[in-house]
């Protein structure tokens, strides 16, 4: 569980009722495509056959650039979910990361997903013992990912939700 019980308006579009731009909205997509991206071949790896979750990933970034509805997207969020479903360890988390990002095109509050999705992937990727550090190396690459846009809102974000995502943003 990734979402708080209030949603934050500064995730919701303006359209909404939120003060999320759509612009913004779209970065927030962007990075957390990223996110899972760069964990995709821990899934690959073991899944090779499966195009689920990178299909995820494109289909968000295509919805930023408004060749796919919304719908689309978060339809891939789910089959990117499906392939991790009897799977475990970095794969699982990989996939998840790809359908958590997905799901940005959904709910925007999603982002925090991915991220933390990726970093569980490699924590659990890594050699018995790195796994802690190997996770913050992954929070910092993240967040070197960030656009000057939308770089305060992810870090409070990851400050007020850190508790609900294994506190894996303490980096």
């Given at each position: 569980?990734?979402f708080?019980?209030?949603?934050?308006?500064?995730?919701?579009?303006?359209?909404?009722?939120?003060?999320?731009?759509?612009a913004?909205?779209?970065?927030?997509?962007?990075?957390?495509?990223?996110?899972?991206?760069?964990?995709?071949?821990?899934?690959?790896?073991?899944?090779?056959?499966?195009?689920?979750?990178?299909?995820?990933?494109?289909?968000?970034?295509?919805?930023?650039?408004?060749?796919?509805?919304?719908?689309?997207?978060?339809?891939?969020?789910?089959?990117?979910?499906?392939?991790?479903?009897?799977?475990?360890?970095?794969?699982?988390?990989?996939?998840?990361?790809?359908?958590?990002?997905?799901?940005?095109?959904?709910v925007?509050?999603?982002?925090?997903?991915?991220?933390?999705?990726?970093?569980?992937?490699?924590?659990?990727?890594?050699?018995?013992?790195?796994?802690?550090?190997?996770?913050?190396?992954?929070c910092?690459?993240?967040?070197?990912?960030l656009?000057?846009?939308?770089?305060?809102?992810?870090?409070?974000?990851?400050?007020?939700?850190?508790?609900?995502?294994?506190?894996?943003f303490?980096?």
């Open positions: 569980m990734i708080s019980e209030l949603r934050d308006p500064r995730f919701i579009t303006i359209r909404r009722g939120g003060t999320l731009s759509d913004n909205h779209h970065l927030l997509a962007l990075w957390a495509s990223e996110c899972a991206e760069h964990v995709l071949p821990l899934f690959e790896a073991v899944q090779p056959r499966d195009p689920r979750p990178r299909r995820a990933v494109e289909l968000v970034r295509a919805w930023t650039r408004g060749e796919i509805t919304m719908m689309q997207a978060r339809s891939a969020a789910g089959s990117a979910n499906d392939a991790a479903r009897d799977l475990s360890g970095a794969a699982r988390h990989a996939a998840h990361a790809a359908g958590q990002a997905a799901a940005v095109a959904h925007a509050a999603h982002e925090l997903g991915a991220a933390a999705y990726a970093i569980k992937a490699v924590q659990a990727a890594a050699p018995k013992g790195e796994g802690e550090l190997a996770g913050r190396r992954e910092r690459w993240q967040r070197e990912q656009p000057d846009e939308i770089r305060e809102l992810v870090l409070d974000d990851q400050r007020l939700r850190n508790d609900l995502c294994w506190l894996v303490e980096c």
